[in-house]
């Protein structure tokens, strides 16, 4: 009997010896000292609250939040930069895309509120940007005279900063390297920079190849076809750099619809070829004898611009240009272009949109202009 009771015993302590150390989790998992759903600023939650100083392209130093997850474009230019770095972090657009334009774009951007331009259409709307939370308004692009007043307003007019980055066609590389930097994005800002810094490296080399043996060219725009980008506006940057661009005038507009011209001039410079824009009358000039007279009709060396989800040629002057270089420099200069069209397009579209374009939709984008799918390296689905 007392054997039975030391082995109860012993068995009774070493049990309770057992649950006296699995419940003592004390010093392993302490108790949180705050709630999982702390919705505070850093300095609450324990995190990082120190503001990161930056210099912007306008040389005005803005302190810019140490984690930007909420960021506003000022405006399309700056929207098509963001969308290609950091589509996710968007909270707001500056403009919607057409039914047709939609479907290349991250779909997480199309059912963004829409709020808005500072420049061109100036209706950027504050209270929206400010009611959603944005963190930073961020503008890409040519800088105007008033840039830093503009920018100050900004900030001010939302009590959040507000920073521009310049970008030019040459600049652009650098623009993706500074937004990656800002948004922790970096090893994305150096694959969209290097894609840029390529395609101009190869334009370089092809037009030095040219010489002065440039193409005589037109820009034309417009429901009558009769407004023209003029050489040495903003928006004819690429064009002047592929092109010998005739339209030559007094004071080139620095607006998308270039300047308005007439058919006597167009006429009078009677170029080797003709570009018209999305949604001009390229379709029409063939059969107009008001325009069947000009060598780059009778030629058939006139095309209309592929659009999708922008411009390719520009408006807005943006990243959408360096697809307006592998297209131009395919159609006007194939004996020196060593390049594969669709490769080079497609893998465009995979970097800047995260869309994967098959060939039937390249065909369907440049259907009129079907001379740039000779070397594609791919044939015409319609033969």
């Not at 700056?78 to 047709?100: G, R």
């Not at 290349?104 to 959603?132: K, M, T």
């Not at 259907?367 to 740039?372: K, T």
Request: proline share 6%.
């Amino acid at each position: 009997m007392k054997k039975l009771l030391a082995i109860i015993l012993a068995l009774t302590l070493t049990l309770g010896l057992l649950v006296s150390c699995a419940g003592d989790t004390t010093d392993e998992t302490p108790t949180p000292t705050q709630p999982s759903d702390v919705t505070g600023t850093p300095d609450e939650t324990g995190g990082d609250s120190e503001p990161v100083s930056f210099i912007d392209s306008a040389g005005r130093e803005v302190e810019l939040p140490a984690s930007i997850t909420r960021i506003s474009p000022s405006g399309a230019l700056a929207q098509m930069f963001l969308i290609a770095i950091a589509p996710d972090l968007l909270v707001t657009v500056a403009s919607d895309y057409s039914e047709a334009d939609a479907k290349f774009v991250p779909q997480e951007v199309i059912s963004l509120p829409i709020v808005g331009q500072f420049y061109g259409s100036d209706d950027l709307n504050y209270e929206s940007i400010a009611a959603i939370g944005t963190q930073l308004v961020i503008d890409v692009g040519e800088p105007k005279n008033t840039i830093v007043e503009d920018m100050d307003s900004i900030t001010a007019n939302l009590a959040i900063p507000a920073v521009h980055i310049t970008a030019t066609l040459d600049s652009t590389p650098e623009a993706f390297r500074t937004l990656g930097k800002i948004l922790g994005r970096e090893e994305k800002g150096e694959a969209l920079a290097q894609f840029c810094e390529k395609t101009l490296t190869r334009t370089d080399m092809i037009m030095d190849a040219v010489g002065d043996d440039k193409t005589t060219v037109l820009y034309l725009l417009g429901d009558a076809g009769l407004n023209v980008l003029a050489k040495t506006s903003f928006h004819s940057e690429v064009l002047d750099k592929l092109t010998d661009n005739l339209a030559v005038v007094d004071s080139p507009s620095s607006r998308g619809t270039g300047n308005e011209t007439d058919m006597e001039q167009i006429s009078l410079w009677n170029p080797e070829v003709i570009f018209f824009a999305p949604g001009s009358v390229y379709s029409e000039v063939a059969e107009d004898p008001v325009w069947s007279h000009l060598d780059a009709i009778k030629n058939g060396k006139y095309y209309e611009v592929p659009q999708g989800p922008y411009n390719w040629m520009g408006s807005p002057p943006s990243i959408n240009r360096y697809l307006g270089m592998i297209w131009m420099t395919q159609l006007l200069y194939l004996d020196v272009a060593e390049v594969n069209f669709y490769e080079e397009v497609r893998e465009y579209y995979s970097l800047f949109y995260g869309y994967d374009l098959t060939a039937d939709e390249l065909y369907a984008l440049v259907e009129n202009s079907p001379d740039a799918m000779i070397y594609s390296g791919i044939e015409d689905p319609a033969q």
